[in-house]
């Protein structure tokens, strides 16, 4: 269960051809920073400390694959609550750029504000500063447009 939520990455939302909008990414790492706080939560039990100091006291075999995989859960628990930390700036202005009701003639009006901070997260996160976590982002925002520009210009409307 713990290998299952540390497998995890935000890529999985493409696959079977679903073309998710940025909001996905913030629900994503939302819910990995979720698991990750429990799983965290649940090592610091008494019961679990006890069990490692058992463990140690006995020089057993388990005692460095568990340590390997709290360390793993540490920093996959870091790398989440860091990246929500900075993601949820992007929120409000993912809500307006997502929202039915915004005339797309106006959308150009979010590009600057998300882009300037996307810039701010690549630049300052300590994890959300690699090109695999920003095409990802990039990708859905892009999804976004597309969407907006659908319900904006029909297929009947341009080759009817």
Known sequence: ?????????????????QDPEPIAELDFWRSRADNLNSIHSQLQADGVKRIRKF??????TYITPFARLQKEVEDAREEANDNIR???????YFQQLMSESREFEKLDD?????????LL????????NTFARLAVLMREVCNTAIV?????????????
């Open 55 to 60: 463990l140690e006291t006995n020089k057993s």
């Open 110 to 118: 979010l590009f600057d504000p998300v882009f300037h901070l996307i």
């Open 148 to 160: 907006q520009a659908s319900r904006y210009i029909s297929g009947p409307s341009v080759f009817g």
């Open 1 to 17: 269960q713990i290998r299952h939520v540390l497998k995890q990455e935000p890529e999985n939302v493409f696959k079977g051809g």
């Open 86 to 92: 900075f993601l949820s700036t992007l929120e409000p």
């Open 121 to 128: 997260i690549w630049r300052y996160s300590k994890y959300y």
